[in-house]
Antibody, heavy 120, light 106 residues
Framework: QVRLVESGGGLVKPGGSLRLSCAAS????????MSWIRQTPGKGLEWFSY????????NYADSVKGRFTISRDNANNSLYLQMNSLRVEDTAVYYC?????????????WGHGTLVTVSS | EIVLTQSPATLSLSPGERATLSCRAS??????LAWYQQKPGQAPRLLIY???KRATGIPPRFSGSGSGTAFTLTISSLEPEDFAVYFC?????????FGGGTNVEI
């Protein structure tokens, strides 16, 4: 079955960096578009990035543009999120998700999430 | 960006009752809307996509309707496992956005 397992979350100071990883299994990773989504109790769910199957296309929400970078390694069935210049408002549970659709996406599988806390 | 407003914020019902949840978009999203269910401590699960298509394995008591700016998720007869938070999501434009959620409670 489809499995997405995130890792790399933790506590980091404002201005710091963190790299999240997602190990994918149970499907043809190299054929799938992937995304990172985050959730907070206050702001809810935020879809802030996606990457195409061969890394040709990426996109970001304004809230993270220039600070976060999504990437993937199809040989190792892995998705990554490099987060730089972290802010307190980036504190959230971060989900690795598989998406489907064309010219717009829905999410058919979610990881369990990893908590990122940005605090001094 | 497109803002999705869900109502009510909380819906208090009993098992066996019908649940009607609303999602309104700040501009037309055609039929590019999905519904997800989230239980405490779990990731969301896709229920409905393209406004009215049930995802794989979703029971027929869940149905979606609407287009443009007004959408509805209906649960025809609530089962105990249906008490959860429900979110809508649009894919019409980037960034894709979610509604704030409706908590269906006993």
């Amino acid at each position: 079955q489809v499995r997405l397992v995130e890792s790399g979350g933790g506590l980091v100071k404002p201005g710091g960096s963190l790299r999240l990883s997602c190990a994918a299994s149970g499907f043809t990773f190299s054929d799938s578009f992937m995304s990172w989504i985050r959730q907070t109790p206050g702001k809810g769910l935020e879809w802030f990035s996606y990457i195409s199957s061969r890394s040709r296309y990426t996109n970001y929400a304004d809230s993270v543009k220039g600070r976060f970078t999504i990437s993937r390694d199809n040989a190792n069935n892995s998705l990554y999120l490099q987060m730089n210049s972290l802010r307190v408002e980036d504190t959230a549970v971060y989900y690795c998700v598989r998406v489907f659709g064309s010219s717009g996406y829905y999410i058919d599988y979610w990881g369990h999430g990893t908590l990122v806390t940005v605090s001094s | 960006e497109i803002v999705l407003t869900q109502s009510p914020a909380t819906l208090s019902l009993s098992p066996g009752e019908r649940a009607t949840l609303s999602c309104r978009a700040s501009q037309s999203v055609s039929s590019d809307l999905a519904w997800y269910q989230q239980k405490p401590g779990q990731a969301p699960r896709l229920l409905i996509y393209d406004a009215s298509k049930r995802a794989t394995g979703i029971p027929p008591r869940f149905s979606g309707s609407g287009s443009g700016t007004a959408f509805t998720l209906t649960i025809s007869s609530l089962e105990p496992e249906d008490f959860a938070v429900y979110f809508c999501q649009q894919r019409d434009s980037w960034p894709h956005t979610f509604g704030g959620g409706t908590n269906v409670e006993i």
